[in-house]
């Protein structure tokens, strides 16, 4: 990190399996979100994994957050499927 300058939106990717590669950890903090930062970075990384070799890269989020999804569907992301994960302790 360049000194004097603050981050404003971070994301990163999991191991390529499979051909796939999974973008996670897309954040922005408060006082720097609806400005697109997000929505560059996410796409920034998708971009490099396809330009790395994936065949695919995959982007879980939560259904119930409806700023994230309309964000990842206007930089291209769509949805597949559902998922439920269940504990059994």
Request: proline share 8%.
């Given at each position: 990190?360049?000194?004097?300058?603050?981050?404003?939106?971070?994301?990163?990717?999991?191991?390529?399996?499979?051909?796939?590669?999974?973008?996670?950890?897309?954040?922005?903090p408060?006082?720097?979100?609806?400005?697109?930062?997000?929505?560059?970075?996410?796409?920034?990384?998708?971009?490099?994994?396809?330009?790395?070799?994936?065949?695919?890269?995959?982007?879980?989020?939560?259904?119930?957050?409806?700023?994230?999804?309309?964000?990842?569907?206007?930089?291209?992301?769509?949805?597949?499927?559902?998922?439920?994960?269940?504990?059994?302790?």
């Open positions: 990190m360049t000194p004097g300058v603050t981050p404003v939106a971070m994301a990163g990717t999991g191991p390529r399996v499979a051909g796939q590669v999974r973008v996670a950890g897309v954040r922005t408060p006082g720097h979100r609806g400005r697109g930062y997000a929505g560059a970075v996410a796409a920034e990384v998708g971009r490099a994994a396809l330009a790395a070799g994936a065949s695919e890269v995959l982007l879980f989020t939560d259904p119930a957050n409806p700023t994230g999804n309309g964000l990842y569907r206007r930089i291209a992301y769509r949805p597949v499927a559902d998922f439920a994960v269940y504990d059994f302790a």
